[in-house]
């Protein structure tokens, strides 16, 4: 699957999905300074109508109606994404959230290539993924470049692990924030017994966020409890009926 992925970016890269033609400003908050100074559950919640796993997960609507509810349900960032393939994403979706919504907004996708992080800053971006196994298994070439020029962009880097190994290579790096996924993205498979197993000894001061398979304030209240800082939650808030009084359900979990 993780090939599948990666074959998906460069085909979207050969289909031009990342030239963008125009510039958006970004947001004046700070994704890590707004999670910092939360009180409650910091949920960074996710516009995406579908995924590999579970296909299409919302009927594609109007994209800023959707983020304008997650916001309202106390999101403190929004994570969009740009993928069209498996994803139905678009960097269209992103720059009408970027023009109607102040939070920091994450570029999700499958990043390959600078020419994605190059599309992430003209798009008006705070943070961009990046997935350490993507460059583990060389399907993109060196993580440290890609960070380094991430940041040249004034973009805030999130680097997603899933394994105790990716984790320890990814605390070696210069990313901003440290994403673990609960999500094995060859398998498909959720455990979120994975942020516990790889927060058993933390000891690790930069923000740390346990994305995939959180679906109720439980399993925010066990993942806080195992040491992660904030919440990545997609498809149950994009599945639900009532986006705005999930989202708030969530938040006020702690």
């Known amino acids: 699957m993780l090939e599948k992925l990666a074959n998906n970016s460069q085909k979207a890269i050969n289909d031009k999905t990342y030239e963008i033609s125009y510039r958006t400003p970004k947001s004046e908050k700070n994704l890590v300074k707004q999670i910092r100074n939360n009180k409650h559950a910091s949920l960074i919640t996710e516009v995406k109508f579908s995924s590999p796993s579970l296909g299409n997960i919302r009927e594609v609507s ?10 309202d349900g106390g999101a403190v960032g929004l994570s969009v994404l740009t993928q069209p393939y498996l994803f139905n994403g678009s960097p269209d979706y992103f720059t009408k959230i970027r023009k109607n919504i102040e ?8 990043v390959v290539d600078k020419v994605q992080i190059d599309a992430a800053e003209k798009l008006g971006a705070d ?8 460059f583990d298994k060389k399907f993109a070439k060196d993580i440290d470049e890609f960070i380094s ?3 040249k962009k004034k973009l805030l880097v999130l680097l997603e692990s899933h394994t105790k190994k990716e984790f320890s290579d990814s605390v070696k790096t210069q990313a901003d924030i440290l994403g ?3 999500r094995n993205l060859d398998t498909l498979e959720i455990d979120l017994d994975t942020t516990k197993s790889i927060l058993k000894d933390r000891d690790e001061k930069r923000i740390i966020i346990s ?3 959180i679906e109720s304030p439980k399993d925010i209240q066990f993942l806080d409890r195992c040491g992660a800082d904030a919440f990545l939650v997609g498809s149950s808030i994009m599945k639900s009926k009532d986006i705005k009084g999930l989202v708030s359900e969530l938040v006020l979990a702690i």
């Open 149 to 151: 020029y991430a940041h």
């Open 180 to 182: 673990i996924n609960n």
């Open 103 to 110: 939070v920091p907004l994450l570029m999700k996708d499958i």
């Open 62 to 71: 109007d994209p800023v109606l959707i983020a304008k509810q997650m916001v």
């Open 211 to 213: 994305e995939s398979g």
């Open 127 to 134: 943070v961009v993924l990046l997935i350490q196994a993507i």
